[in-house]
């Protein structure tokens, strides 16, 4: 749904809180940007242009970068420059009160191999800013950081490229970071707030570990003309506990390349919202659209909207999954997991630690494969949606939505009769096999009511031969009633006609797939 303000009811048994739902392609206010005033200018000196790495250079360096840093910020500010050349540099640590200073690399600043690196002041980055305040680091469209990050990988896990403690009012701009040993870019700390990246490359292979390109955390967050390619997540909004929330995060003009694209979570604990996501290409990612937590590292996350994104050669372009467990493949599906699914399934609704998504849409979104005969073209799914018993997903709206993938949707315990998954506009769903829209059997091998105002049941497929048997569901779903049903899972799908034809197309269907919710089942009685 476009066009304005909608409110929607969280869904938690006995509880409804009213929410605002931002309107598609709404932008967010920027970022404060950092105010540089003071008046130092002046060449970093001390350093050791050098192409050969040795554990001297790599502390002489360090120090000469954290006195120049330590220098201008008691002048009052202003902007230090690493010349033309090639750097090799231990950890940095810049502590408190060293603010209003961009740092200013044109040369290549490389981080000590694995070998020679020593930890800064125990903190195990290579540029750590504690409590920046009004600071940057820009390179002109012609610095880079190298992380050597082959070095570490793929059996060692090495520091985060840059961390930002308690940052307000930062900016990083016009700078190339490669292959981080860990994560390009983090943040610590509960009051981070109005951090912005603009065209800033981030490069490492598809094959690199844990390297993920930008983490959010914390308020006020504009990701700009950024071209990320990374190994793990590109772009990683976190809100765990000990850091920020997530709120009011912008990503918009941005290329997205290998990798596990846009990945919100899997830490979201303290809750996120306002996320918009505008004018972004994806190009063989694994994911494209993810949002991803677990039973008990989640929160709500609402209000949020994509907007004019194109994937090519993404292999689940729209992903949602309270199912997470760190390799991002646990779904309600597998019979040997049993008990833990039963545990779940059985577990109340509990705040700050429940994954709950609420409020989101999709809104003219196009993801296509470049070849249908390649082989991992079939091992692409146009999305999966699966909530949890307690925290149904719902409210979710899918406008001018076209996807081509080798496998339809599935969908578990998404959508409610009031808040439901829902498409409209001109949308497609285009597979090589099944059909557009079924749902996973769980290892409790319920049984799935299947309703359809208009349409045909064959609308419904399942996946990977866990199909459990279908039986006529109340004949109408306008009043159900919970206590004649006797599954466990909700999911809610309807949809408006749109304009392909064909076998593959619902053509004038309006698809409404049930399955219970125990905890509904109960409040009925």
């Known amino acids: 749904m476009c066009g304005g303000t909608i409110s929607g009811a969280i869904f938690v048994p006995g509880v409804a809180i009213l929410t605002p739902l931002l309107s598609c392609g709404r932008a967010l206010a920027d970022p404060a940007l950092p105010s540089i005033t003071g008046s130092d200018n002046f060449t970093v000196t001390g350093l050791v242009n050098d ?16 006195n120049a840093i330590a220098t201008c910020a008691a002048d009052g500010g202003g902007t230090i420059t690493v010349p033309s050349g090639t750097y090799f540099t231990n950890g940095m640590y810049i502590p408190t ?116 390109g930008i983490d959010p955390s914390g308020n006020n967050f504009l990701i700009t003309n950024c071209n990320i390619s990374t190994g793990d997540d590109d772009i990683s909004p976190k809100a765990e506990t000990g850091n920020s929330p997530v709120t009011n995060l912008a990503i918009t003009n941005d290329v997205i390349g290998t990798g596990h694209g846009l990945s ?38 609402q209000n949020v909207s994509f907007n004019n994104i194109t994937m090519t050669n993404v292999f689940y372009p729209v992903y949602i999954s309270s199912w997470y467990n760190g390799t991002g493949f646990s779904y309600p599906t597998n019979a040997n997991s049993a008990a833990s699914f039963n545990s779940v ?81 001109n949308w497609s769903i285009n597979v090589g096999t099944g059909q557009q829209f079924g749902t996973l059997s769980n290892p409790v091998n319920a049984n799935v009511g299947l309703n359809t105002a208009a349409g045909n049941p064959g609308n419904l497929t399942y996946w990977n031969g866990m199909a459990t048997a279908l039986y006529d569901g109340p004949p109408s779903m306008g009043t159900p009633n919970f206590n004649t049903w006797e599954t466990s899972n909700v999911v809610y799908l309807t949809t408006v006609p749109e304009p392909t034809t064909g076998s593959l197309a619902v053509a004038g269907s309006a698809l409404m797939l049930m399955r219970r919710r125990r905890q509904e089942s109960a409040e009925s009685e």
């Open 345 to 425: 399934t059985n577990s109340p609704y509990t705040n700050g630690v429940t994954p709950l998504w609420e409020n989101i849409s999709y809104n003219n979104i196009t993801s296509t494969w470049t070849s249908t005969t390649a082989t991992n073209y079939k091992d692409s799914i146009a999305g999966l949606l699966y909530g949890l018993p307690s925290a149904v997903i719902q409210n979710v709206n899918f406008n001018n939505v076209n996807i081509s993938a080798y496998q339809g949707m599935s969908l578990a315990y998404a959508g409610t009769a009031s808040e439901p998954i829902s498409f409209g506009g």
């Open 264 to 301: 919100i979570g899997s830490s979201t604990s303290l809750g996120m919202s306002n996320i918009t996501v505008n004018n972004v290409t994806f190009n063989g990612t694994v994911f494209g659209l993810r949002m991803k937590s677990q039973a008990d590292n989640g929160g709500v996350v």
């Open 97 to 212: 009160g060293e603010n209003g200073v961009d740092l200013q690399i044109l040369g290549n600043v490389v981080l000590a191999s694995k070998t020679n690196y020593t930890v800064p002041n125990g903190e195990n980055y290579f540029i750590y800013w504690k409590n920046a305040r009004n600071d940057e680091i820009s390179g002109d469209g012609v610095g880079s950081i190298y992380g050597q990050g082959e070095t570490w990988w793929p059996n060692t896990s090495g520091p985060n490229l840059v961390n930002f403690s308690n940052p307000n009012a930062v900016e990083v701009t016009n700078i190339t970071l490669t292959n981080s040993p860990h994560e390009f870019f983090s943040f610590t700390g509960s009051t981070t707030n109005n951090v912005t990246f603009n065209e800033v490359t981030i490069n490492a292979p598809g094959t690199s570990p844990n390297t993920d």
């Open 51 to 66: 192409a050969t790495e040795t554990p001297s250079n790599d502390n002489t360096n360090a120090l000469a970068i954290e």
